[in-house]
């Protein structure tokens, strides 16, 4: 080989060199990428809604040594204790060596996904078919939404005070739910209303029966009969979906993408590609100097509001309880906190690629992505991380060998959007985002590779340590 130019050398040593990560690891490591990834779809399956999140996570946590916090109890380093918040949100921590008021090592994910929500009063019958009204939750492109198999999951809350949960459509011999469209041959009217009003709000109508129940006097004898079905199957009437958590979300599996198998496709991913890291990572925590936290947060699709939600006092009272146990206090544990707030980004799309300032843009199999701010019109409603903080966080990911990019949400003034980042911000701690490049974000059916969301797992692990 012929020895480099100077000018070649000197591009080594002061440009910023990009590289496709998979050009970058060992065959060994994609082999590691690929066989974390078979867990991560089971993960994607198991867990299609926040609460199926928190039941599955506290699952693997309790088989890992967690054991639910228990106030007046005191734990020593290295016991594992975790926080569960009305079955929707979720904190895993690992006490470290350094009192919990000399700060923690937190990572922030959310198990909430953009969805159709059953209204409180949705059943009804028109033209012979029964159908329920839904309200969507978080940002869709609304017309993505129609035409797919559906599955209904959820709780409803009886009167007696028991709880019965949903979950139907997932298996192969379940029924599924779909919300219909106009075909093309009659949609002349349809078509000139804007992409974003293609399908309404008030058209996410989705269908549940077409059989009437044999009676020749009574009226709306298809809701009768589902009426009657639900009856039998869950025990509940009419009046119980006032009291309920449904939620239509996509029927299909999470799968390989590609001829070479290097990325998936799943519903849900934003943000279950780094919630299941977050999980896998504190997981595989032990006795870490400082205390390492994971939180595993709902609502954050709505903007984190909600006793739920990492923008209510929930993080704040958890930290607390852990400082208390140790006569510390909560303040100065938060403002000693390093945090990564794991997140997904918007990867590059060639078919869309105007959207993204390419020198700025992340990109599939760059490995996982760190965003020090995000935002819009002019870096409003982000945290940005400072200058030190993520001369921090690039060191450490340099030092473990793990696989990063940076990347911001989109060209400037094209759009944008906000992660927990800046909630975690605001009661004083450090904090970056750090995620998993997607592709069609939000969509029933979302694209990631598999060497970014291994990478996550690496840069939470190493982070945690
Ligand atoms: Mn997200
Ligand atoms: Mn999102």
Known sequence: MSEKTKAEQLKDHLCLNRKNGLLRVSDDCIEKAYAFCEDYKAFLN?????????????????????????????????????????????????????????????????????????????????????????????????????????ALHGVFALRDGKTVTVSLGEQADEPKFVVNDLLPHLASEQNKRTLNEGIKGEELNVLVGSRPFRDDKASELVKLNILELLFEKYGITESDFLSAELECVPAFTASDIGFDR??????????????????????????????????????????????????????????????????????LALRRTKCLSADVNAATDPTFKDVMEAKNASYLNYGVCLTKYTGSRGKAGTSDASAEYVGYVRQLLDDAGIIWQTGELGRVDIGGGGTVAM????????????????LSMHAPFETTAKLDVYMCYRAMAEFCK
């Open 423 to 438: 909630y975690v911000a605001n009661l004083g701690a450090d904090v970056i985002d750090l995620g998993v490049p997607v």
């Open 262 to 331: 290097s990325m998936i496709g799943s519903y849900g991913q934003d943000d279950r590609v780094c919630a299941y890291p977050a999980l896998r990572a504190i997981c595989d925590t032990e006795n870490p100097r400082y205390t390492a936290m994971a939180v595993l947060t709902d609502k954050e699709e709505i903007g984190s509001d909600g006793n739920t939600g990492l923008n209510s006092a929930f993080l704040k009272y958890t930290v607390g309880d852990l400082c208390r146990m140790q006569g510390g206090d909560v303040t």
């Open 46 to 150: 198991a867990a299609k809604t926040e609460r199926e999140a928190v039941i599955e996570a506290v699952k693997l946590a309790e088989s890992k040594g967690f054991v639910p916090f228990e106030e007046g109890q005191t734990y020593a380093a290295g016991e594992k204790v975790y926080f569960n918040n009305r079955g929707k949100t979720v904190a895993f921590a690992v006490i470290g060596t350094e009192p919990v008021e000399n700060g923690l090592r937190l990572t922030a994910a959310h198990i909430d996904s953009p969805r159709l929500d059953i209204k409180p009063n949705p059943l009804y019958e028109d033209l012979e078919l029964a159908l329920l009204k839904t309200h969507y939750y978080g940002g869709i492109k609304k017309y993505q939404w129609t035409a797919v198999p559906l």
